[in-house]
């Protein structure tokens, strides 16, 4: 099982960025994939998740209305569109998968990529 995660850079504060994260090594439909994000001195937290069988999201109170994730089945990516960008969305952010096949939510995730940095300058 693998994840790849891309897309990461700097913006500027109100602009946006979309990361990818295409996966490889299992049967894609058959998970949810989630975003997580860490800052600098932070614990990481869940930023949003996907059912790649019926495209149920989440999203946490802090993105939501900014942030969009969404899946290309045929590709085995999932995508997170980033508008609005703010200074405090800088982090490293991860892509991973849900370890309970059929599942989506912010339960537990077992496989995880490498991550991506993304910089918002004010």
């Known amino acids: 099982v693998q994840l790849q995660a891309s897309g990461g850079g700097l913006a500027q504060a109100g602009g946006s960025l979309r990361l990818s994260c295409t996966a490889s090594g299992f049967t894609f439909d058959d998970y949810a994939i989630g975003w997580f994000r860490q800052a600098p001195g932070k614990e990481r937290e869940g930023v949003s998740c996907?059912?790649?069988?019926?495209?149920?999201?989440y999203y946490s109170d802090s993105v939501k209305g900014r942030f969009t994730i969404s899946v290309d089945n045929a590709k085995n990516t999932v995508y997170l569109q980033m508008n609005s960008l703010k200074p405090e969305d800088t982090a490293v952010y991860y892509c991973?998968?849900?370890?309970?096949?059929?599942?989506?939510?912010?339960?537990?995730?077992?496989?995880w990529g490498q991550g991506t940095l993304v910089t918002v300058s004010s």
């Open positions: 996907i059912s790649s069988s019926d495209d149920s999201t």
């Open positions: 991973a998968r849900h370890s309970d096949q059929g599942t989506t939510g912010w339960g537990q995730y077992d496989y």
